[in-house]
């Protein structure tokens, strides 16, 4: 989605109300005055106040956009000469090329600043547009140099621009808006001392054919049309037709020829006072051409801002006022007088600006949606940014602000509220009234927990992951022993992954690198900080300010670590570039297959397993919060991954005792600690306790042992503190307790809303009852299950301590007869690693279902799915896939919407050669069976790389037995039900 077409509802909305408005029979001059100012500022955009540090965004239509004095704007009213220049002495040299270019960038300015399209419809920008064209024509008048014809650029290269430029969304609804503005606002400027009434002004001649137009563009629908030559945003205001493309190019190559072809150019002296007004002026309108959501270039790089910004510079830096220190200096392919020689004499090399023309660089997006970006992180970034420079060219500001405006910056990246520091704790792992114990883990968990916690310990170190303070560089030391400490343990090591060589292709994501690697320097200097001198920082601060202008950098950016897709830590070779989050996550969940039954597992003390799970704990939630500005895409799999295998840790090595689990209060918890000795006397005595694996506020694992009464419950918990398993025990003799019931519990999203409980109650004798609980609605099903594997329902009644059976229960407990698959959901499947592409929670699923968006469901584990569905209700498209043990497609169902109604349209069987996808990647036969609405059936059998058409009949059938019941989220067993092997066509025709 592109930046005007983001805004366009908006410009929608306000064309709307004004045209209601005019064609009221009761309409008011008030009225019309609020619609047509409520149109231009939505026409406008955002505004971006360039330079000095200012509170709030000041109204362009009063106020400059590129100067403030004592952190307030000044009024468009404002004498600069008397402000800014007043009693500066000496005199600024240039080129009488340059006075002339100068010249015709304040008349642009001039014509910027009138009532219309580009300004807005008020008239207090017409006294300074007139001063700026007199100081134009006084700077024409001191050289007899005139500006020379530029030669023609590449016909195509300028066809190409023009014509993605030109390419908005809505351009009928843009030149209709332009059009209003610009009638209303040159019968304003006809009478600024006494404007003349918009009704009047609308219902004149030219003012009834732009509302007409304008009704048309509100009320008809889109129309055909290309963008008007009176756009501020692609052409100049003052030189009809010109577009903005063509004048920067056009200055950029007079200056540029100047600077290698003339020894001597003649030279033009003017008074610093002149030149100080000169380029503020310039600075202003290098201000006005800053790109907004639908003003300023649409988006795309103003380059004529960046020459009027070059040259201002270029004549302040003559002036008292100096060069900024952190100006690049002319940054495009011109090189003005006082910069012709380098430092041995020699004249630099220019580059050719036809070359350089870049239609795709000058028109990349600002944001890309899908991969999750949005204008709201841009802006903040930007934001920022700027306030960065600001405070390089305020020589009142103090190393403290510097520290705000790198933490603003830090929190732009995290997508962190500005407020919030994250801080470890200081302690990895709270143990407090726990017993620790030895864990054994697999050679494999040893070194992921090892890698993992180099990951903490870089995302605590000072750089763009925590921040610029260096002040956790000892908690950061800890993390790196533990990990040393883990890989003694193993011989075993990981092998490198993959890094990726993606480059950022909207301007959010160069900024955002650039940001990123801003921060990375800052926090590798001393105290944390880089000093200004230092010609690194110095450069990674150019670019960001030249990015956040929206111009180029000077420099590329380095590969950047970015916390929210790569991992921090070094993986591999050091030059390598960044390793992808989930191509570490996919690594970790390939590593971990199996590990549970490692023949040789490794014992990690009691005084390092606990630690180790409590910091895991603590990168998964940093994880999450790297992820929060974006779409969690890219953080989610490792964050679960890293958050389960750190509880599981927890589980193993943590075990406290209490007198209950109180499980009806606000806040759940336990309830009064028991030493083991007190534990173990009420087990005696036959009082009830609750013995808890994991940490006290998070638990893993909840046995809730009542002697008494000859029962015992084991409650699994999920990361929320939510029950998800629940069974219950009774004790049938001294040494056997048989599962009585067994409880199911699944949410729709976050906290305890859309709970769906499960209950399964058994008897010895074979007799299952299952009861539903959802949304208070409860259904009950008696039913005699045939519990083929009785035993299943049995367990010896533990010893006290012995609780590794109970903490080590799973669903595979309970009969086959009532089992369920599991289920995950995706934004789609990648069908050549039989795998799911960006997994999604259950509640994103259930919101692109009712936007009718598309996502798949997988029925069974991720790494070996059983059944895949596909649903996307926009395109019509709702499929069962069934899969073979080589984890290729063997049949697949076909359904549609009909109105109301569901068709099971049609079933498909693929035939492979041979049982390996690596020999037989591709079916060799596809068997398809379609009904149609009229009762005509179609089975046909085709190879397509050998016979084509096998065989092929057509019947009629009775299309009423196809039709199902509508398909209802979440309810996905009749799915799994299918018929995996439909038979519709001769046994020989399926034969390879």
Same mark, same amino acid.
């Given at each position: 989605?592109?930046?005007?077409?983001l805004a366009?509802?908006?410009?929608l909305?306000?064309a709307?109300?004004l045209?209601?408005a005019?064609?009221?029979p009761d309409?008011?001059?008030?009225?019309?005055?609020?619609?047509?100012?409520?149109?231009a500022?939505?026409?406008?955009?955002?505004?971006?106040?360039?330079?000095?540090?200012v509170d709030?965004?000041?109204?362009?239509?009063?106020y400059?956009?590129?100067?403030?004095?004592?952190?307030?704007p000044?009024?468009?009213?404002?004498d600069?000469?008397?402000?800014?220049?007043d009693?500066?002495?000496?005199?600024?040299?240039?080129?009488?090329?340059?006075?002339?270019?100068v010249?015709d960038?304040l008349r642009?300015?001039?014509?910027?600043?009138?009532?219309?399209? /580009?300004?807005?419809v008020?008239?207090?920008?017409?006294?300074?547009?007139?001063?700026?064209?007199?100081l134009?024509?006084?700077?024409?008048?001191?050289?007899?140099?005139?500006?020379?014809?530029?030669?023609?650029?590449?016909?195509?290269e300028?066809?190409?621009?023009l014509?993605?430029a030109?390419?908005?969304?809505?351009?009928?609804l843009?030149?209709?808006v332009?059009?209003v503005?610009?009638?209303?606002?040159?019968?304003?400027?006809?009478?600024?001392?006494?404007p003349?009434?918009l009704?009047?002004?609308?219902?004149?001649?030219?003012?009834?054919?732009?509302?007409?137009?304008?009704?048309?563009?509100?009320?008809?629908?889109?129309?055909p049309a290309?963008?008007g %030559?009176?756009?501020?945003?692609?052409?100049l205001?003052?030189?009809?037709?010109?577009?903005i493309?063509?004048?920067?190019?056009?200055?950029?190559?007079?200056?540029?020829?100047?600077?290698?072809?003339?020894?001597?150019?003649?030279?033009?002296?003017?008074?610093?006072?002149?030149?100080?007004?000169?380029?503020?002026?310039?600075?202003?309108?290098a201000s006005r051409?800053?790109?907004?959501?639908?003003?300023?270039?649409l988006?795309?790089?103003?380059?004529?801002?960046?020459?009027?910004?070059?040259l201002?510079?270029?004549?302040? /830096?003559?002036?008292?006022?100096?060069?900024?220190f952190f100006?690049p200096?002319?940054?495009?392919?011109?090189?003005?007088a006082?910069?012709?020689?380098?430092?041995?004499?020699t004249?630099?090399?220019?580059? &050719? %600006?036809?070359?350089?023309?870049?239609?795709?660089?000058?028109l990349?997006?600002?944001?890309?949606?899908?991969?999750?970006?949005?204008?709201?992180?841009?802006?903040?970034?930007?934001?920022?940014?700027?306030d960065?420079?600001?405070?390089?060219?305020?020589?009142?500001?103090?190393d403290d602000?510097?520290?705000?405006?790198?933490?603003q910056l830090?929190?732009?990246?995290?997508?962190?509220?500005e407020?919030?520091?994250?801080?470890?704790?200081?302690?990895?792992?709270?143990?407090v009234?726990?017993?620790?114990?030895?864990?054994?883990?697999?050679?494999?968990?040893?070194?992921?927990?090892?890698?993992?916690?180099?990951?903490?310990?870089?995302?605590?170190?000072?750089?763009?992951?925590?921040?610029?303070?260096?002040?956790?560089?000892?908690?950061s030391?800890?993390?790196?022993?533990?990990a040393?400490?883990?890989?003694?343990l193993?011989s075993?090591?990981?092998s490198?992954?993959?890094?990726?060589?993606?480059?950022?292709?909207?301007?959010?994501?160069?900024?955002?690198?650039?940001?990123?690697?801003?921060?990375?320097?800052?926090?590798?200097?001393?105290?944390?900080?880089?000093?200004?001198?230092?010609?690194?920082w110095?450069?990674?601060?150019?670019?960001?300010y030249?990015?956040?202008?929206?111009?180029?950098?000077?420099?590329?950016?380095p590969?950047?670590?970015?916390?929210?897709?790569?991992?921090?830590?070094?993986?591999?070779?050091?030059?390598?570039?960044?390793?992808?989050?989930?191509?570490e996550a996919?690594?970790?969940a390939r590593?971990?297959?199996?590990?549970?039954?490692?023949?040789?597992p490794i014992?990690v003390?009691?005084?390092?397993?606990?630690?180790?799970?409590?910091?895991?704990?603590e990168?998964?939630?940093?994880?999450?919060?790297?992820?929060?500005?974006r779409?969690?895409?890219?953080?989610?799999?490792?964050?679960?991954?890293?958050?389960?295998?750190?509880?599981?840790?927890?589980?193993?090595?943590?075990?406290?005792?209490?007198?209950?689990?109180?499980?009806e209060?606000?806040?759940?918890?336990?309830?009064?600690?028991?030493s083991?000795?007190?534990?173990?006397e009420?087990?005696?005595?036959?009082?009830p306790?609750?013995?808890v694996f994991?940490? /006290?506020?998070?638990?893993?694992?909840?046995?809730?042992?009542?002697?008494a009464?000859?029962?015992?419950?084991?409650?699994?918990?999920?990361?929320?503190?939510?029950p998800?398993?629940?069974?219950?025990f009774?004790?049938?003799?001294?040494?056997?307790?048989?599962?009585?019931?067994?409880?199911?519990?699944?949410?729709?999203g976050?906290g305890l809303?859309?709970?769906?409980?499960?209950q399964?109650?058994?008897?010895?004798?074979?007799?299952?009852?299952?009861?539903?609980?959802?949304?208070?609605?409860?259904?009950?099903?008696?039913?005699?299950?045939?519990?083929?594997?009785?035993?299943?329902l049995?367990l010896?009644?533990?010893?006290?301590?012995?609780?590794?059976?109970?903490? &080590?229960?799973n669903?595979?407990?309970?009969?086959?007869?009532?089992?369920?698959?599991?289920?995950?959901y995706s934004l789609?499947?990648d069908?050549v690693?039989a795998? %799911?592409?960006?997994?999604?929670?259950?509640?994103?699923?259930?919101?692109?279902?009712?936007?009718?968006?598309?996502?798949?469901v997988i029925?069974?584990?991720?790494?070996?799915?059983?059944?895949?569905?596909?649903?996307?209700?926009?395109?019509?498209?709702f499929?069962?896939?069934?899969?073979d043990?080589?984890?290729?497609?063997?049949?697949?169902?076909?359904?549609?919407?009909?109105?109301?109604?569901f068709?099971?349209?049609?079933?498909?069987?693929?035939?492979y050669?041979?049982?390996?996808?690596?020999?037989?990647?591709?079916?060799?036969l596809?068997?398809t069976?379609?009904?149609?609405? &009229?009762?005509l059936?179609?089975?046909?059998?085709?190879?397509?790389?050998?016979?084509?058409?096998?065989?092929e009949?057509?019947?009629?059938?009775?299309?009423?037995?196809?039709?199902?019941?509508?398909?209802?989220?979440?309810a996905?067993?009749?799915?799994?039900e299918?018929?995996?092997?439909p038979?519709?066509?001769?046994?020989?025709?399926?034969?390879?």
């Open positions: 989605m592109t930046d005007d077409e366009t509802p908006g410009i909305r306000a709307t109300a045209v209601d005019a064609s009221a309409s008011n001059q008030d009225l019309l005055d609020g619609a047509v100012t409520a149109l500022q939505k026409f406008r955009g955002k505004v971006m106040f360039a330079k000095p540090r709030g965004v000041p109204d362009p239509e009063l400059l956009l590129s100067t403030a004095h004592g952190g307030s000044l009024g468009l009213d404002s600069l000469l008397s402000r800014f220049a009693g500066s002495a000496g005199e600024v040299t240039m080129t009488g090329l340059q006075v002339v270019l010249a960038l642009e300015l001039a014509a910027r600043l009138r009532p219309g399209a /580009a300004f807005g008020g008239t207090n920008g017409l006294a300074l547009g007139e001063r700026t064209r007199k134009a024509d006084t700077l024409t008048e001191s050289t007899p140099v005139r500006r020379p014809l530029a030669r023609e650029f590449d016909p195509v300028r066809a190409e621009w014509t993605h030109m390419s908005v969304y809505r351009p009928d843009r030149n209709a332009i059009r503005l610009d009638v209303v606002g040159i019968a304003h400027a006809g009478q600024p001392a006494n003349p009434p009704s009047d002004v609308l219902g004149s001649g030219a003012g009834q054919a732009a509302m007409a137009a304008l009704a048309r563009a509100t009320h008809g629908g889109p129309a290309v963008v %030559p009176d756009d501020p945003g692609l052409f205001r003052s030189v009809d037709g010109r577009p493309f063509d004048e920067a190019n056009a200055l950029r190559e007079l200056l540029a020829a100047e600077a290698v072809s003339s020894p001597e150019p003649p030279l033009v002296t003017i008074g610093a006072e002149t030149a100080i007004v000169t380029g503020l002026l310039l600075r202003e309108l051409l800053l790109p907004g959501i639908s003003y300023g270039l988006g795309v790089r103003s380059d004529l801002g960046i020459l009027a910004d070059d201002a510079a270029e004549l302040l /830096a003559q002036t008292r006022y100096g060069r900024p100006y200096g002319p940054t495009r392919m011109w090189i003005t006082s910069d012709r020689l380098q430092s041995d004499g004249a630099p090399d220019v580059i &050719d %600006p036809v070359d350089h023309l870049m239609p795709a660089e000058l990349i997006p600002t944001v890309d949606s899908s991969k999750g970006e949005t204008f709201g992180e841009y802006e903040r970034i930007r934001a920022a940014a700027l960065l420079s600001r405070l390089l060219d305020d020589k009142t500001a103090r602000h510097f520290a705000q405006v790198a933490r830090h929190s732009a990246i995290m997508g962190t509220p407020d919030s520091i994250a801080e470890p704790k200081n302690q990895p792992a709270e143990v009234h726990q017993q620790w114990r030895a864990v054994e883990l697999s050679h494999a968990e040893v070194v992921i927990a090892a890698d993992l916690l180099d990951e903490l310990a870089t995302r605590i170190g000072p750089g763009a992951a925590f921040g610029p303070s260096g002040d956790l560089a000892e908690s030391g800890e993390y790196t022993e533990m040393a400490r883990l890989r003694d193993s075993t090591r990981r490198a992954i993959a890094a990726t060589t993606s480059n950022s292709r909207t301007k959010l994501g160069r900024l955002r690198d650039a940001a990123i690697h801003w921060l990375d320097i800052v926090a590798d200097g001393r105290d944390g900080w880089r000093v200004p001198s230092d010609p690194v110095r450069d990674a601060t150019i670019n960001l030249l990015l956040a202008q929206d111009r180029p950098a000077r420099t590329p950016t590969p950047v670590r970015d916390p929210a897709r790569h991992l921090r830590r070094q993986s591999g070779n050091a030059t390598a570039g960044p390793v992808e989050l989930t191509a996919a690594d970790i590593l971990l297959r199996g590990a549970d039954t490692d023949p040789d014992l003390p009691d005084n390092l397993a606990p630690y180790v799970g409590k910091a895991l704990g990168l998964a939630t940093r994880l999450k919060g790297a992820g929060a500005a779409q969690s895409d890219d953080v989610e799999p490792l964050a679960a991954i890293t958050a389960q295998l750190g509880r599981r840790i927890l589980a193993r090595a943590l075990v406290g005792y209490y007198r209950s689990w109180d499980r209060s606000e806040q759940p918890g336990p309830r009064g600690h028991l083991e000795a007190e534990a173990r009420r087990d005696r005595a036959g009082a306790y609750s013995v994991g940490e /006290a506020h998070s638990p893993d694992t909840i046995i809730d042992m009542y002697r009464a000859e029962e015992l419950r084991v409650t699994k918990v999920d990361e929320q503190g939510r998800r398993l629940s069974f219950e009774e004790r049938k003799s001294p040494t056997k307790l048989f599962l009585a019931q067994l409880t199911l519990y699944r949410y729709d976050d809303g859309g709970v769906r409980a499960e399964y109650s058994f008897e010895p004798g074979g007799t299952a009852t299952r009861v539903t609980v959802e949304a208070g609605r409860s259904t009950r099903e008696e039913s005699v299950a045939e519990i083929t594997r009785m035993e299943r049995w010896t009644a533990p010893q006290f301590g012995d609780w590794e059976p109970l903490r &080590d229960l669903p595979l407990t309970w009969p086959r007869a009532a089992d369920r698959p599991q289920v995950h789609a499947w069908p690693r795998t %799911p592409r960006a997994v999604i929670s259950a509640g994103q699923a259930r919101r692109r279902d009712a936007e009718g968006l598309q996502y798949c029925l069974g584990p991720q790494d070996d799915p059983r059944v895949l569905i596909t649903v996307c209700r926009n395109d019509n498209a499929a069962v896939h069934f899969f043990d080589a984890k290729r497609f063997r049949a697949i169902h076909t359904f549609r919407w009909v109105e109301d109604r068709l099971h349209q049609a079933q498909q069987r693929l035939i050669a041979g049982p390996s996808p690596r020999e037989t990647p591709e079916y060799t596809l068997a069976f379609e009904v149609r609405l &009229d009762g059936a179609r089975a046909v059998v085709v190879e397509p790389h050998g016979r084509g058409v096998v065989s009949r057509i019947d009629s059938v009775d299309v009423t037995q196809y039709w199902c019941a509508l398909p209802e989220f979440g996905w067993e009749w799915a799994g299918l018929d995996p092997s038979e519709h066509w001769a046994a020989q025709d399926l034969v390879p």
